[in-house]
Structures are given as C-alpha cells and as structure tokens.
C-alpha cells in the first residue's frame, strides 16, 4: 500500500482554489476510482492517464486497486487540468518520481494520449492566487505550452513550461537531480507591450458635442448613452472611447488578462490594452452577466477595466438590460447556482447608443420619421427608468449634412485628448484616490467643492427637471470632472450647467 501528494489548483470563479490529489495504491481487486466532486471531463482522466502512462513507457499499476481523491471533496472540479497531477500522483506511488521531491510545486495540465500536455483555461487565475497569497510564494508552478506564457505574466511567478508528461519526470526521477531537457524551461516574466493600437478619434469628422462628452465620461469614468438616427457616427465614437482612457496599470491588465484566461480568450498581443466588448442585440441576460455551471464570465466580467458598449440598446432583452443595473453600482456581479456561487469583477464602462424611433429619423431634417406614435412609445418604454437614472451623460448625435461631412477638418486626435483625461483624473485621485463616478455618500458632499451660486443652481435645476437622489447625485458627479477637467478646484455654476445638460437631453426624458 502507498500514498503520494500532488498540488494543483481548481478554478471556482476568478478564485484558484488549491486541490491536493491523492493517489492511493492498495492489493485487491484491478480498479481505477475517481472521487472528489468531479466533473464528467475530469473523471474522463482515468482513460487519458492510462493511455499517457503507456504510451510514453511508463508503469501503469494495472494489477493494483488505484483510488485518486480531489481535497477537498465539497470543492466542485471541471475541465482537463488534473490530468497531469493525477498522472504524477500515480506515478510517485508506485515509485517511479520521488514524491517528497514534488513538494513546493503545483501542476496542471491536460494530457494527449501520447503525453503532449495541452493548454487549460485559467492559468493566470493560477498564478495570481499563488502571487496573492504570501504562504504560496515560493511555490513553482508547471504548465503546458501557451498556458505557461500566460502565467509568467505575473510579478515574480515561478512558473516553468513542459511540453510532454516525460518532460515533467525527467525532473523528479527518484535518486537523481533534475535533468536538461528541451520541452522544460523557466520562464521569465518581461513587460510585454501590445502590437495592437487603438482606432483615432481624429477619423470621426464633426459632432464637437459628442467627443465632449466622450472626453468628460474618460475622465471621470462615467457612463455615457448616445442618441441619434442611423449612420451618425455613434458606432465610430464608441468603437474609439478605449483610446481616450488612462493606460492600463500593471493590477488592471492581470485583473483584465485572468477574466480573458478563465475562458480562453486571452491574448499576449493583447496585453495593457483596454478591452472593449460590444455583444449583439440578440444576447441574453446570461450571455451578458455570465452564468453557466461551473459558472462563467459574462461580456460584462470581460470588459472589466475596459469598455463595454451595446448598440441598439432598446432591442436588447429587457431582462438583459436590467442585470446591468446591479454592476453598474456596485462594479462587480454575483453568480448564484443551487450547487454553487461565483464573483467576477465587472467595472466597466458602460457606452450604449440608440435611435430616436423604430425606423430610426424622429426629429431628423434630412428623412421623414414613418413611426406612428404609439410605435415610438412603445419603442423608448423600453428602456426603464432605473436604467436610465444610472447612466450618466445623455447626449444627441445629429447626422451631418453631407457639406459638413467632406469639407470638416480632423478633429484631434485620441492622443491629445486622452493626455487631457489623464491629467484631470490624476488630480482626481490625488484628491480622493478614486476617480469620480465611484464616489459614494459622503464621499460625495467632501470632494464636490460646489460653491454657494452652483448649489443653488443645482437644486433647482433638479426641482424642476423632477430628479431623483441618484440623478442629482450623478448630476454632481460630472460636474466635478467637468471642473476636473477646467484645472478648477471648486466645482462652479458653469460646471454644472454643463453637467445638467447632460441630461436634459431625448434619451433623459424618457424616464421622466
């Protein structure tokens, strides 16, 4: 009878939960047991396991009674990144690795039958935990080629890469030190920087409004609707926001870069650069806020840090739309299941568009609007009006006259005004280490800085236009980067008239 130990890591959410395998060889009737909350990909890893061991020229103790626990047993497990462990933990077993030498690693892979090890979801989640939790620090973590490099993205990772399961015993042979092989490499973390570069801001010619309030929400971190009939430009200025915002910190693109992991989506050549997700009007509440089981990250979670920016919003679902309302407040969603429970980060910001109407020309001088009343009604209704109170700034994008359109000069350019949104949230974050959409209560009243002329047009710019607590809330908000914005330390009644624009405008009414 023998026992081996091998660590691994299971994934429940963005948390990589650590999972012991245990690998018990005892005399009795030939059997391979698979327990501890497993998976059907998982429990399919006796069959890739004993096909690997062979294949390779290994011993497969097939006249012995194997039983592999996954601890702890409540802790759910899926996908194929324990067959690597449970085929060392075998292995140690029966003597063929020296297990007191596997001590202080982690493993994870899925194996080929021929023993090549293939790439998992949620490497970087692996690593962060190990990078997060100061007991774990010094632990080194074995990964399969194209999940490694992901890994050792991490500040001060010890992750090595192996290409094949014989790679990985090579370096644990009982009696003898590790050995140089060619599928076996430590990887380096190095600052990675992304071939890709964000659309121009400069491509979009006019609508002087709308990059004002594009510059305004990138400063701020606000969230912004814009309205107007089809092929205004409202696609073109959301597709370019991600380039008006602050470079990404080093957190921000492994937080942004482990969401992205935990579906395999993520990519090198996408590192540092603000994602911008912008799904199909026909996705479910589902889709958007993630579920599943195990649960899974939504569009929303994979725009974390980035841009999330839904066109035609009106033809959404009206109970996708409403599971925004919770991670527009709080910044990240919550994933409840009978058999388990997930948080995934997602604060985003939040760029929608819109048309006016059904055919899309209501108020426009160049076509005439063929939606009947009722249809507009129905049309606007829905979208709710808690919906609405949550997003910050309203703002109209007119079609431009074809005049306006050939003889418009550049605009400037997503450079220029991004080194703008820079400095006013610096001194944003100088002022209350948060940029002002996150402001809450408190908070709120200490860093508005209005003067006496600007709260007096505050509080009856909300009498009359019927706000609610939130809607002037956010109201102050804006103004604050508006100031910001100015190089202002107090926040002024030109501040706020132009905050109050904001939403006055078509999109606003709807709710009131």
């Not at 870069?257 to 935990?262: E, Q, R, T, W, Y």
């Amino acid at each position: 009878m023998s026992l081996s130990l091998v660590q691994s890591r299971a994934l429940i959410g963005l948390q990589a939960a650590r999972v012991t395998v245990e690998a018990h060889l005892a005399n009795g009737l030939p059997s391979f047991t698979l327990v501890g909350l497993a998976d059907v990909e998982v429990k399919e890893a006796r069959e890739r396991v004993r096909c690997a061991l062979l294949t390779c020229g290994l011993e497969f103790p097939h006249n012995k009674r194997i039983t592999v626990n996954l601890a702890p047993a409540d802790l759910p497990k899926d996908s194929g990144r324990f067959d690597l462990p449970i085929a060392l933990g075998i292995l140690a077993a029966t003597g063929q690795v020296d297990g007191a030498r596997l001590s202080g690693w982690e493993f994870a892979g899925e194996l080929s039958l021929s023993g090549e090890l293939r790439p998992i979801r949620g490497a970087l989640a692996m690593s962060l935990a190990l990078h997060t939790d100061a007991a774990f620090a010094n632990t080194k973590l074995v990964l399969p080629p194209g999940s490694a490099e992901e890994a050792a993205l991490v500040p001060h990772a010890q992750v090595y890469r192996a290409v094949h399961l014989l790679d990985v015993v090579q370096q644990f042979l009982p009696g003898q030190e590790a050995q140089a092989s060619d599928g076996w490499s430590r990887l380096r973390a190095q600052a990675t920087t992304a071939s890709v570069t964000y659309a121009d801001l400069s491509d979009v010619k006019g609508q002087a409004g709308a990059k004002r309030a594009l510059e305004i929400a990138a400063a701020g971190g606000h969230s912004l609707l814009m309205q107007g009939p089809p092929g205004s430009g409202k696609s073109m200025l959301a597709q370019r926001f991600a380039g008006l915002l602050p470079a990404m910190t080093m957190e921000e693109s492994l937080q942004s870069a482990a969401v992205a992991s935990l579906v395999g989506k993520f990519s090198p050549d996408r590192w540092g650069l603000r994602p911008t997700c912008s799904p199909h009007h026909t996705a479910s509440a589902v889709a958007l806020v993630g579920g599943g089981s195990p649960p899974q990250p939504g569009e929303i979670s994979l725009s974390h840090n980035g841009v999330l920016f839904l066109d035609e919003l009106p033809e959404f679902p009206r109970a996708a739309l409403e599971a925004l309302r919770e991670p527009l407040e709080t910044g990240h969603i919550t994933i409840s299941r009978a058999a388990r429970r997930a948080e995934f980060p997602a604060r985003f910001q939040f760029i929608a568009a819109m048309n006016p109407c059904p055919c899309g020309y209501l108020g426009s001088p160049q076509r005439a609007c063929r939606c009947t009343p009722d249809q507009v009604s129905r049309y606007q209704g829905k979208l709710s009006g808690p919906l609405l109170d949550r997003i910050d700034l309203h703002v109209e994008v007119p079609a431009l006259p074809s005049e306006q359109l050939l003889g418009a000069p550049a605009g400037e350019s997503s450079a220029t005004i991004r080194e703008r949104c820079e400095a006013a949230r610096q001194i944003a974050m100088r002022r209350q280490g948060k940029p002002n959409q996150t402001l809450q209560g408190k908070e709120i009243d200490t860093h508005a800085g209005l003067d006496e002329t600007a709260t007096k047009f505050l509080n009856v710019a909300a009498a009359r236009l019927g706000w609610s607590a939130r809607s002037t809330h956010r109201a102050l908000k804006v103004a604050r980067t508006v100031a910001d914005l100015a190089g202002s330390t107090d926040t002024l009644a030109i501040h706020v008239a132009e905050a109050v624009q904001y939403r006055r405008g078509p999109a606003a009414k709807m709710s009131g």
